[in-house]
Nanobody, 120 residues
Framework: QVQLVESGGGLVQPGGSLRLSCAAS????????MDWYRQAPGIQRELVAR???????QYADSVKGRFTISRDNAKNTMYLQMNSLKPEDTAVYYC??????????????WGQGTQVTVSS
């Protein structure tokens, strides 16, 4: 079994920063794509940032220049550094990963989510 556990969420004032972590554990041979998604109340879940094994990254336009995604492959851990936070960044943030457990196909796993609230 594979588990993804997010941490680092919380309440922060506008303009502040938070660093989210997503640790993958279990029977893992390798991880290819890792994503951060977020979902605010009444809004469809959206892709915030993506990082692939080689380190290439993609960002939603709404977070470019403010958020930075990174990963530590040795620790099977992904991070999201969020700076200059805005109230509209308020959401539950989820991590997702494509995991190879020893077979020939990657399987998608999700974390349980961590709440980020940006408010004064």
């Amino acid at each position: 079994q594979v588990q993804l556990v997010e941490s680092g969420g919380g309440l922060v004032q506008p303009g502040g920063s938070l660093r989210l972590s997503c640790a993958a554990s279990g029977s893992i041979f390798s991880i290819s794509v890792m994503d951060w998604y977020r979902q605010a109340p009444g809004i469809q879940r959206e892709l915030v940032a993506r990082i692939i094994t080689g380190g290439s990254t993609q960002y939603a336009d709404s977070v470019k220049g403010r958020f930075t995604i990174s990963r530590d492959n040795a620790k099977n851990t992904m991070y999201l550094q969020m700076n200059s936070l805005k109230p509209e960044d308020t959401a539950v943030y989820y991590c997702r990963a494509d995991v190879l457990r020893g077979g020939t196909a990657y399987v998608s796993y999700w974390g349980q989510g961590t709440q980020v609230t940006v408010s004064s």
